[in-house]
């Protein structure tokens, strides 16, 4: 009990550095959603392109233009907004890390000498290099890449749905399956 | 890294076997377009239900024997890797116990912790990922362009523009930021100096109210830092965006031309599905790629690490013949001694001359900092004397096996060290197979007695890690007794006694002193009355012998001796 309520008090912590970024991280997951969305789609829109193409002489190339070229926007629109979200998660993670560690030395700069003489010099370093890089990469990326996991998998749902669902179904019951092949 | 490769030797079968069932899992992968092609073309096109029912079923088996391929690659290479990192890490940890304490001072505990863990989990990953995945890829990737030219060989052309795009893209990034994740690493190390100064000098810092100044320093190598970290990062995020829009542009003139192919009947719907397929495979099997060689290269660091500790060579040279066994009225002699610590400025011993005859009881006295416990590490080799020579029984300490030398002496250490185990297993460091009452007998001298028959579970009683469930006196009494279980001719002990009450400690001195057979005995210690009554005794101050003889005549002569003694004389008077 009493040690998750020093879990939630450094959650609470933690918060308050990204805090300072929050509009960034609206702004990035705005674009997760949206690459998710968009990243899914185009495979939707090929498969009606490839639809149109059916045999000799029985080809749409009118409504196969048109198809490609949304394609075309599709996946320009996508990897802009990819390489944008790539850029502000890089931002935030940075300087949350920046300003961690700034706050830290300036903490060791006043910390009493018994705490510095007490506590092995080799533990607070690691605590201010490697630590707060791990915090960086595990919460903030794993963060962001739990978030498109799931936006994925909930926006693949809904799309599989939309095309077929009985598909859908039988899918979701053999996932489990190739989870163990993927690896 | 060549280095560590030997220890992959053993597993040379399962390093061959592991990759090529990986290689059969892919060529059953990419059958599957071909497959999903004659469904589409025969058994949709056709209306064939049969057709399409047995396809399906071969997908399935297709799958099957894939994974079975697959975890089969799996097992070979984690057994391989795991075996790899076990027999690596045994080497290292073997490696580590034969360097001198010289080395193991400048290479520091965390460090070496470090390349015994982490460093270690990352090669174990790096080989087992090796092993499974980077022959994978890039045959997928070039698997899937020959299949696409069995598919249509016009159309295949975009897999022969598109692929080395690709690998273009992908290799100007890798090689655009492995040097620049260097750099980040120095900058890093940057921050991290800064960090370790501030603590280190933090009293001359705050003396000479410095901290203002090492905070604007502290803030420009930590902006140095995000910046370079940024730039990298900047640099790395092109490379989902710039793949993406490649295949997708090359996915849109496979339709395109897919398109007027079929429409001449020179290709089917199916066949372009297959195309289409194949080209998606690759870009999931690139973003595989990209990770790998980044996982890679981390393990390829922490190989050159984890090799540059091998690469550490003991300063210590051991001899392994046994010594010709010489008979002297000494037991320990040092002639004309000097020791100055690597990387240090000033020696930390100068000119020991001294000689102790068997069964002799030597105590050791001086200020902090005054070379005492540099003196007594010399006798069984921690360190090697920078200059003289260190004898015992006669013979220079160089010149015995490590074994035999350190097998003569008892060391007690300054700060007392337990392990987890019971007090029995802990007894038995010096000698394996140590009875009961030789256990019993050690402890007894040891003053330590009592407290085992306090203990219900006797020697049983389980010492926690660090010797955390004793007081301070009772872990000290406990390492005394360790030294003694194996009956040392020498026995040092180093301030161990320094917990002890003055009554446990003159009971512990006396115990010593009737000890049966010759033991000599070193006793270190900055109390007076803890050595006023040893044979000889050494005054030490500022590494240099400033007063050697007993107690009353050092109390005439040595005025250091005198003015230690009146200190604590008088404090103890009070």
Same mark, same amino acid.
């Not at chain 2, 071909?34 to 025969?42: E, G, L, N, Q, R």
């Not at chain 2, 002799?360 to 005492?372: A, C, L, N, P, R």
């Not at chain 2, 007993?550 to 404090?571: A, G, N, T």
């Given at each position: 009990?009493?040690?998750?309520?020093?879990?939630?008090?450094?959650?609470?912590?933690?918060?308050?550095?990204?805090?300072?970024?929050?509009?960034?991280?609206?702004?990035?997951?705005?674009?997760?959603?949206?690459?998710?969305?968009?990243?899914?789609?185009?495979?939707?829109?090929?498969?009606?392109?490839?639809?149109?193409?059916?045999?000799?002489?029985?080809?749409?190339?009118?409504?196969?233009?048109?198809?490609?070229?949304?394609?075309?926007?599709?996946?320009?629109?996508?990897?802009?907004?990819?390489?944008?979200?790539?850029?502000?998660?890089?931002?935030?993670?940075?300087?949350? @890390?920046?300003?961690?560690?700034?706050?830290?030395?300036?903490?060791?700069?006043?910390?009493?000498?018994?705490?510095?003489?007490?506590?092995?010099?080799?533990?607070?370093?690691?605590?201010?290099?490697?630590?707060?890089?791990?915090?960086?990469?595990?919460?903030?990326?794993?963060?962001?890449?739990?978030?498109?996991?799931?936006?994925?998998?909930?926006?693949?749902?809904?799309?599989?749905?939309?095309?077929?669902?009985?598909?859908?179904?039988?899918?979701?019951?053999?996932?489990? $399956?190739?989870?163990?092949?993927?690896? | 890294?060549?280095?560590?490769?030997?220890?992959?030797?053993?597993?040379?079968?399962?390093?061959?076997?592991?990759?090529?069932?990986?290689?059969?899992?892919?060529?059953?992968?990419?059958?599957?377009?071909?497959?999903?092609?004659?469904? @589409?073309?025969?058994?949709?096109?056709?209306?064939?239900?049969?057709?399409?029912?047995?396809?399906?079923?071969?997908?399935?088996?297709?799958?099957?024997?894939?994974?079975?391929?697959?975890?089969?690659?799996?097992?070979?290479?984690?057994?391989?890797?795991?075996?790899?990192?076990?027999?690596?890490?045994?080497?290292?940890?073997?490696?580590?116990?034969?360097?001198?304490?010289?080395?193991?001072?400048?290479?520091?505990?965390?460090?070496?912790?470090?390349?015994?863990?982490?460093?270690?989990?990352?090669?174990?990953?790096?080989?087992?990922?090796?092993?499974?995945? $980077?022959?994978?890829?890039?045959?997928?990737?070039?698997?899937?362009?020959?299949?696409?030219?069995?598919?249509?060989?016009?159309?295949?052309?975009?897999?022969?523009?598109?692929?080395?795009?690709?690998?273009?893209?992908?290799?100007?990034?890798?090689?655009?930021?492995?040097?620049?994740?260097?750099?980040?690493?120095?900058?890093?190390?940057?921050?991290?100096?800064?960090?370790?100064?501030?603590?280190?000098?933090?009293?001359?810092?705050?003396?000479?109210?410095?901290?203002?100044?090492?905070?604007?320093?502290?803030?420009?190598?930590?902006?140095?830092?995000?910046?370079?970290?940024?730039?990298?990062?900047?640099?790395?995020?092109?490379?989902?965006?710039?793949?993406?829009?490649?295949?997708?542009?090359?996915?849109?003139?496979?339709?395109?031309?897919?398109?007027?192919?079929?429409?001449?009947?020179?290709?089917?719907?199916?066949?372009?599905?297959?195309?289409?397929?194949?080209?998606?495979?690759?870009?999931?099997?690139?973003?595989?790629?990209?990770?790998?060689?980044?996982?890679?290269?981390?393990?390829?660091?922490?190989?050159?690490?984890?090799?540059?500790?091998?690469?550490?060579?003991?300063?210590?040279?051991?001899?392994?013949?046994?010594?010709?066994?010489?008979?002297?009225?000494?037991?320990?002699?040092?002639?004309?001694?000097?020791?100055?610590?690597?990387?240090?400025?000033?020696?930390?011993?100068?000119?020991?001359?001294?000689?102790?005859?068997?069964?002799?009881?030597?105590?050791?006295?001086?200020?902090?900092?005054?070379?005492?416990?540099? $003196?007594?590490?010399?006798?069984?080799?921690?360190?090697?004397?920078?200059?003289?020579?260190?004898?015992?029984?006669?013979?220079?300490?160089?010149?015995?096996?490590?074994?035999?030398?350190?097998?003569?002496?008892?060391?007690?250490?300054?700060?007392?060290?337990?392990?987890?185990?019971?007090?029995?297993?802990?007894?038995?460091?010096?000698?394996?197979?140590?009875?009961?009452?030789?256990?019993?007998?050690?402890?007894?001298?040891?003053?330590?007695?009592?407290?085992?028959?306090?203990?219900?579970?006797?020697?049983?009683?389980?010492?926690?890690?660090?010797?955390?469930?004793?007081?301070?006196?009772?872990?000290?009494?406990?390492?005394?007794?360790?030294?003694?279980?194996?009956?040392?001719?020498?026995?040092?002990?180093?301030?161990?006694?320094?917990?002890?009450?003055?009554?446990?400690?003159?009971?512990?001195?006396?115990?010593?002193?009737?000890?049966?057979?010759?033991?000599?005995?070193?006793? @270190?210690?900055?109390?007076?009355?803890?050595?006023?009554?040893?044979?000889?005794?050494?005054?030490?101050?500022?590494?240099?012998?400033?007063?050697?003889?007993?107690?009353?005549?050092?109390?005439?002569?040595?005025?250091?001796?005198?003015?230690?003694?009146?200190?604590?004389?008088?404090?103890?008077?009070?």
């Amino acid at each position: 009990m009493k040690k998750q309520n020093v879990q939630i008090d450094n959650l609470r912590k933690v918060l308050k550095y990204i805090k300072e970024y929050r509009i960034l991280m609206l702004i990035s997951i705005v674009l997760a959603t949206a690459t998710v969305a968009l990243t899914l789609y185009v495979p939707i829109l090929i498969g009606r392109a490839i639809d149109c193409i059916i045999g000799p002489g029985n080809v749409d190339f009118e409504a196969i233009s048109k198809l490609l070229f949304k394609i075309g926007i599709t996946v320009a629109a996508t990897c802009t907004l990819q390489w944008l979200m790539n850029h502000i998660n890089n931002k935030i993670t940075y300087h949350v @890390v920046r300003d961690i560690r700034k706050k830290a030395f300036r903490k060791i700069e006043i910390l009493p000498l018994s705490y510095i003489d007490a506590h092995p010099h080799g533990e607070i370093v690691s605590r201010i290099i490697s630590d707060v890089d791990q915090f960086a990469d595990g919460l903030l990326m794993g963060f962001s890449q739990l978030f498109t996991g799931i936006v994925t998998i909930a926006a693949t749902f809904i799309f599989m749905l939309a095309i077929n669902v009985k598909i859908t179904f039988i899918v979701v019951i053999l996932t489990p $399956l190739s989870l163990s092949l993927c690896c | 890294m060549r280095k560590l490769l030997i220890y992959l030797k053993d597993y040379r079968k399962e390093s061959i076997l592991g990759p090529l069932f990986k290689l059969l899992e892919a060529s059953f992968e990419l059958l599957v377009p071909i497959v999903i092609k004659s469904i @589409v073309d025969t058994g949709i096109g056709q209306a064939n239900k049969v057709y399409i029912v047995k396809m399906c079923l071969l997908l399935v088996l297709l799958g099957v024997v894939g994974m079975i391929s697959s975890i089969t690659a799996q097992y070979f290479a984690a057994k391989a890797a795991v075996g790899f990192a076990t027999k690596l890490r045994r080497a290292l940890f073997k490696h580590i116990g034969q360097l001198s304490y010289t080395e193991i001072d400048t290479l520091g505990t965390s460090c070496m912790i470090t390349r015994m863990t982490s460093d270690m989990n990352q090669v174990q990953s790096g080989v087992n990922l090796t092993l499974r995945l $980077l022959l994978r890829s890039p045959f997928i990737v070039f698997g899937s362009m020959i299949m696409a030219f069995t598919v249509d060989t016009h159309a295949a052309f975009t897999f022969v523009v598109a692929v080395p795009a690709l690998f273009a893209v992908v290799f100007a990034i890798m090689i655009a930021s492995i040097p620049l994740y260097k750099k980040v690493q120095q900058r890093l190390d940057k921050v991290l100096n800064s960090t370790r100064e501030n603590l280190t000098g933090v009293r001359v810092i705050r003396a000479f109210g410095l901290e203002e100044k090492e905070i604007a320093e502290f803030d420009k190598r930590n902006e140095e830092l995000t910046a370079t970290q940024k730039f990298v990062g900047g640099i790395s995020a092109l490379m989902n965006p710039l793949t993406y829009v490649i295949i997708n542009l090359a996915i849109i003139w496979l339709i395109y031309i897919g398109a007027f192919r079929v429409s001449t009947g020179l290709l089917t719907q199916g066949a372009v599905l297959a195309l289409y397929n194949y080209m998606s495979q690759i870009l999931v099997e690139l973003i595989k790629f990209a990770n790998l060689i980044i996982s890679i290269t981390k393990a390829f660091a922490s190989a050159n690490r984890i090799s540059a500790v091998f690469d550490i060579k003991s300063s210590l040279v051991e001899k392994d013949v046994m010594p010709e066994k010489l008979h002297t009225e000494y037991a320990v002699e040092f002639r004309n001694v000097g020791l100055r610590y690597k990387n240090a400025q000033d020696e930390s011993l100068t000119n020991i001359n001294f000689s102790v005859r068997h069964g002799e009881v030597v105590g050791i006295i001086g200020g902090t900092g005054s070379g005492k416990s540099s $003196l007594v590490n010399l006798i069984p080799r921690f360190y090697d004397a920078t200059y003289g020579e260190v004898l015992v029984n006669g013979i220079n300490v160089k010149d015995y096996p490590l074994i035999v030398l350190r097998d003569k002496i008892g060391i007690v250490p300054q700060k007392a060290v337990l392990f987890k185990g019971s007090i029995r297993d802990n007894m038995r460091w010096g000698k394996k197979d140590a009875t009961d009452e030789e256990i019993m007998e050690a402890i007894t001298i040891a003053q330590a007695g009592e407290i085992v028959a306090q203990k219900k579970e006797g020697l049983d009683f389980i010492i926690e890690q660090g010797g955390k469930n004793l007081s301070g006196g009772q872990r000290q009494r406990f390492t005394i007794a360790r030294a003694l279980v194996k009956k040392p001719e020498i026995l040092i002990l180093d301030d161990s006694a320094s917990a002890l009450d003055f009554a446990t400690d003159a009971a512990l001195r006396k115990a010593l002193r009737e000890m049966p057979g010759k033991h000599t005995i070193f006793i @270190v210690s900055q109390r007076t009355s803890s050595i006023q009554h040893a044979d000889i005794i050494l005054v030490l101050d500022d590494g240099q012998i400033v007063g050697m003889g007993k107690h009353e005549e050092l109390l005439e002569k040595c005025d250091v001796y005198r003015e230690i003694y009146d200190s604590q004389f008088k404090k103890e008077a009070k």
